[in-house]
Every structure is written in structure tokens, then in C-alpha cells.
């Protein structure tokens, strides 16, 4: 799914998938939210993600989705120092 995260995004089957691996114990929740980060970090050209992996540090102006989005797969909320300022 690294090679298509976007199937992770726009088709729900696929994320609840995945989430289900997830919860069994099968994937961690960071290379969930690396794979997922990867469509946003691959739309934007390298610029913004939203869930804080290892493609980089979400913008602030995206806090609040960022939160709720780590925390539908299990993931802590991020501080406000956690995020970055984007232009």
C-alpha cells in the first residue's frame, strides 16, 4: 500500500482493513500512519502530511484535523510544538 496510499484514503474498505490489522496487532499504528501520510506528503510534493510520520511534521493550521484523524487509528493528539507553521 506504500505504492498506492491513495486506496487507503479514498476507498473506506481498504482503510477499515487495514485499522482492523492494526487493532489486531498485525501492523503498528506509526506504519499505519506512515502509509497514510505518504498520499498527503506525495499530493503535496514533499510540502504537508497529516499525521506526523516519518514524511515529516503536519502544519499547525491543520491541528485540529491532524488530531482527529491520529486519533481515529489510535494515535496520541500532537502539541502544538509537535507541528509546524506552513505557509
Not at 493550521?61 to 502539541?79: H, V, Y
Request: aromatic share 12%; hydrophobic share 30%.
Amino acid at each position: 500500500m506504500l505504492h498506492n496510499p491513495h486506496r487507503l484514503i479514498q476507498e473506506e474498505e481498504y482503510f477499515d482493513l487495514f485499522l482492523e490489522e492494526v487493532n489486531k496487532g498485525n501492523m503498528s499504528r506509526t506504519f499505519l500512519a506512515d502509509v497514510l501520510d505518504k498520499y498527503y506528503w506525495s499530493k503535496s510534493r514533499g510540502q504537508k502530511v497529516m499525521y506526523g510520520s516519518q514524511f515529516g511534521t503536519p502544519c499547525i493550521e491543520t491541528k485540529d484535523e491532524t488530531n482527529r484523524l491520529r486519533e481515529k487509528i489510535g494515535l496520541a493528539p500532537l502539541n502544538d510544538e509537535e507541528f509546524k507553521v506552513c505557509d
